[in-house]
């Protein structure tokens, strides 16, 4: 019986690429996220000192080498994760360079805020 072909996966060609680079990432909470978002912008940025802290953390999930707690997709202790925060982080793991504003906004902010566009 000849093998059946499949078709590729989606997430064979996943931006994060092997085991050892999901490893050598770093899990940003609300105890560093401020922290690595300043040595970020120092490092790495594209823009200039004093850009929006959103801005940043567009880049710094774009760059692969950032991926949130799982804690900011709980709102309360025993409420169960944030069904609107489940699917952009899901995406900040699997496929960073296809994070978007709107993913940073569902995921680091809060929906009682007014984060204007």
Same mark, same amino acid.
């Given at each position: 019986?000849?093998?059946?072909?499949?078709? !590729? /996966? !989606?997430?064979?060609?996943?931006?994060?690429? *092997?085991?050892?680079?999901?490893? +050598? $990432?770093?899990?940003?909470? &609300?105890?560093?996220?401020? /922290?690595?978002?300043?040595?970020?912008?120092?490092? $790495? /940025?594209?823009?200039?000192?004093?850009?929006?802290?959103? +801005?940043?953390?567009?880049?710094?999930? +774009? /760059?692969?080498?950032?991926? !949130? +707690?799982?804690?900011?997709?709980?709102?309360?202790?025993?409420?169960?994760?944030?069904?609107?925060?489940?699917?952009?982080?899901?995406?900040?793991?699997?496929? !960073? &360079?296809?994070? *978007?504003?709107?993913?940073?906004?569902?995921?680091?902010?809060?929906?009682?805020?007014?984060?204007?566009?």
């Amino acid at each position: 019986m000849p093998w059946k072909v499949c078709r !590729p /996966s !989606p997430f064979s060609s996943l931006h994060c690429g *092997s085991p050892e680079a999901m490893r +050598n $990432r770093v899990v940003l909470n &609300a105890d560093n996220v401020f /922290s690595h978002a300043a040595i970020f912008q120092k490092d $790495r /940025s594209k823009h200039p000192v004093g850009t929006c802290f959103l +801005n940043i953390l567009i880049e710094m999930h +774009n /760059s692969g080498k950032y991926i !949130p +707690n799982a804690k900011w997709l709980i709102l309360h202790a025993g409420q169960g994760m944030v069904n609107a925060r489940l699917e952009p982080a899901w995406r900040m793991y699997l496929q !960073p &360079a296809e994070v *978007s504003r709107d993913d940073v906004i569902k995921v680091y902010f809060s929906t009682a805020g007014t984060l204007k566009r």
